[in-house]
Every structure is written in C-alpha cells, then in structure tokens.
C-alpha cells in the first residue's frame, strides 16, 4: 500500500492539463493502485493523477455503488444529459464546498488497467464525481464553476440544525 500526498490547491500543478497515456506499463499499474490506496486512505470518492502531482490522464473512483473500484486511463466524456445542482468536495481543497451544477447523466469511455475500452455511465453522484475528476485532467477545479462556496463545517452544522 503507498499512500501519496494529496497536492493542495493553489498548486499550480492543479491548473496543468495533463498529458495522455500513450503506453500501459507497470509504472501506470502501480499508478492506478497508489491513486486507489491514496483515495480510500483519504475517504475520498475519486482521485485524478495530478492531484498526487503526476500529469496524466488517469483517473480511479469509488462511489460506494454497485460499480466498485473504477480505473480510468485517457478518459473522455461522451454523452452528457440533463442536470443535477448541488454540493461538491476536493481532496485538494479541505475544508470547502461549493454548489456546482453538473450533467446529471454522462456516459465515458477510456482505457482499464488491460488497454481494453471501457464505458462507464452513471447518474447521480457516478455523473458528478466522472465529470469532477476529468476536469482535473484539465486543469478546471470544482471553484470554478461553483456558484456558491463554503467552508464545509459551517454545511454539516447548518445541516444538523435543519433536521
């Protein structure tokens, strides 16, 4: 188990777009396991490379549904349909939250682990957390198209007094 750190906006490494895998090597197997182990270790739902400061297109998730561990090598989306708005984290930026309004189903493909083409959809949170960690193959995080931000402690104490 090797558990990365986790870059920290304003690293501009964030800001990078990243570059495309050209070739599947052991390197990119042992990726993909320390982008996975760094993600459960910090109880995230996903994690894109260059959060652990590695500029390629390379991407896992793990929304806790039916789906499992996903791995994404060179992913793009390909089908985007209707909208979902609503609150959005980082492992890059602790301790905030924004209100972001996404594609509420998308449809991805890329590589697995193999070289063999996947496809993933999803809806819901799968569609925001897909959608979430291509952006930061981009170099585009979630503070850039929220429409609200806050510090998460104040959500979670405005949430507890409204139930």
């Not at 109880?43 to 959060?51: D, F, N, R, S, T």
């Not at 890059?92 to 697995?112: F, H, N, Q, Y």
């Not at 809806?123 to 957390?129: E, I, P, S």
């Not at 198209?145 to 959500?155: H, N, P, V, W």
């Amino acid at each position: 188990m090797a558990i990365k750190m986790i870059v920290k906006d304003p690293d501009p490494v964030l800001r990078e777009v990243c570059k495309p895998v050209s070739k599947i090597t052991p390197n990119i197997h042992k990726l993909l396991k320390d982008m996975a182990d760094t993600m459960y270790d910090a109880e995230g739902v996903g994690l894109a490379a260059p959060q652990i400061g590695i500029l390629k297109r390379v991407i896992v998730m793990d929304v806790g549904d039916e789906h499992g561990l996903i791995e994404m090598i060179n992913p793009e989306i390909i089908e985007r349909e209707g909208e979902q708005f609503g609150p959005e984290g980082c492992l890059s930026i602790p301790g905030l939250t924004g209100d972001v309004r996404r594609a509420e189903r998308v449809k991805a493909k890329g590589l697995d682990r193999h070289g063999n083409e996947i496809v993933i959809e999803g809806t819901g949170l799968l569609a925001r957390c897909i959608q979430h960690e291509i952006d930061h193959l981009n170099g585009v995080l979630y503070t850039d198209l929220a429409e609200a931000m806050y510090r998460s402690d104040a959500k979670e104490a405005r949430e507890r007094e409204e139930a």
